[in-house]
Nanobody, 122 residues
Framework: QVQLVESGGGLVQAGGSLRLSCAAS????????MGWYRQAPGKQRELVAV???????DYVDSVKGRFTISRDNAKNTVYLQMNSLKPEDTAVYYC????????????????WGQGTQVTVSS
């Protein structure tokens, strides 16, 4: 059974940093594109960062220059380093496998992990 387990969230002041981790089942991880999503209260879930199987990256404009996605295939883990955090980054963060869909990305799994809460205070 495929599992994606997110961790690393917390409460941080504006301008601070956090590093999120997503541990994936080994058999699904190595050659797949991985994405980090977030869902803020009252808002739709949005994709914020993608890393391909060849480690190319893509970011939503609101996090470019502040967030960095990376992966460690040996550990079956994808990371999201978040710097210069802003209150508007407050959300529950999730990971999922993603596939290219025209000019955008689509998630593969319908179900989500428990996510990890990031709260940025002003």
């Amino acid at each position: 059974q495929v599992q994606l387990v997110e961790s690393g969230g917390g409460l941080v002041q504006a301008g601070g940093s956090l590093r999120l981790s997503c541990a994936a089942s080994g058999s699904i991880f190595r050659f797949n594109n991985m994405g980090w999503y977030r869902q803020a209260p009252g808002k739709q879930r949005e994709l914020v960062a993608v890393i391909t199987g060849s480690s190319s990256t893509d970011y939503v404009d609101s996090v470019k220059g502040r967030f960095t996605i990376s992966r460690d295939n040996a550990k079956n883990t994808v990371y999201l380093q978040m710097n210069s955090l802003k209150p508007e980054d407050t959300a529950v963060y999730y990971c999922n496998i993603v596939v290219r869909n025209g000019n955008t990305w689509s998630r593969v799994f319908d179900s989500w992990g428990q996510g990890t809460q990031v709260t940025v205070s002003s």
